[in-house]
């Protein structure tokens, strides 16, 4: 793994749009792997940025998404696709024909054999990731085993704890999703994790201070990917002793 360590969220967001940047330029036809979360944001914005004054050309690139919230709607406001498109897409010049998130509604088997199906067209060049407290990735919640293809995944109480902030209420946090797998992200050219925020400590910790690589912690995985970016702020490497 390379470990980048940033002064702050938003030098953590401009590390990680120029190494998005720098894919694109090379390979105008890429195939990103796009995740949600607050983490990316700030690296969508700029890249959105750079898109438009810099010329940051997305036209021809191709992207699938992490997972989806099972029971909303793409036209819901929490919904993952809504998130991309008014965080990102809406923003570029992709092509949104060329934009993939699994469908939360409807068929969940036949939601999952097109997801997988996709997923299997072509792996991706680079997937962005973030990571949650208990260190899942997409939404691979930890246990005693993981899920190669892409599934259906119950939520972890503590996700949903964490996801509340986004929704009118608790109970209106969605219960499960579906999520590519831990083949379909480790198959990818390229892992950059953006990881920052005290809630972090304890995945940052598992990642960057111990040598395991567990299912109880999803996120230890990156470790054992050839192409493995971490982006820390300065603030949580601090925070977990973490020297470089
Ligand atoms: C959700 C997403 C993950 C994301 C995580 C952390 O559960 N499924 O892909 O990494 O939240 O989100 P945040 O970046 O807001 O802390």
Known sequence: MRVIVAEDYSAQCREAADIVEKLVRENPQCHLGLATGSSPVGMYQEL????????LD??????????EYTGLEPSHDQSYRYFMDSNLFDHINIDKNNTYVAKGTGNLEENLKEFNAKLNEKDT??????????????FNEPGDK???S????????????????????RDDVPRGAVTMGMAGIMRSGCLLLIISGS?????????????????????????????????ITKELADKIGYKG
């Open 48 to 55: 959105a940025r750079r898109c438009k004054e810099e010329g």
């Open 58 to 67: 997305f036209s021809r690139v191709t992207s699938v998404n992490l997972d």
């Open 125 to 138: 060049d680079l997937q962005v990731l973030g990571v949650g407290a208990d260190g899942h990735v997409g």
């Open 146 to 148: 993981l899920y190669a």
């Open 150 to 169: 892409a599934h259906s995944e119950v939520l972890d109480e503590s996700t949903i704890d964490a996801n509340a902030r986004f929704f009118a209420s």
């Open 199 to 231: 809630n972090k400590e304890d995945a940052a910790t598992q990642l960057l201070m111990t040598d395991e690589v567990t299912s109880k912690c999803p996120v230890t995985f990156l470790k054992i990917h050839r192409n493995a970016i971490v982006i």
